[in-house]
């Protein structure tokens, strides 16, 4: 991947964090970026999270609170855009 192209999916990442809970803090970016991905992954090769849920429980549980804080963090942003 070219510089160009790392720099503006970096951006876009960004945003979308911004937009989905509100921030774009490091922290906050990394979870989305682990979200999406683990997102993308369970629904074009639901076998293969299968097999990772199963031989990772703790990383499993780990994603889990990932998830959680995520829906809590864009429920809390759009209640403060209303």
Partial sequence: MDDKLK???EGLIEKYAELLV???DPKHVEMVKTYALYSFIAKSM???V???NE???EAKEAM???VHEIKEL???HRNEQK
Wanted: aromatic letters at 4%; hydrophobic letters at 25%.
């Fill in 7 to 9: 720099l503006q999916m």
């Fill in 22 to 24: 509100g921030t774009s």
């Fill in 46 to 48: 639901p076998p293969l």
């Fill in 50 to 52: 299968k097999h990772w």
């Fill in 55 to 57: 031989e990772s429980p």
């Fill in 64 to 66: 889990k609170n990932i």
């Fill in 74 to 76: 864009n429920e809390k």
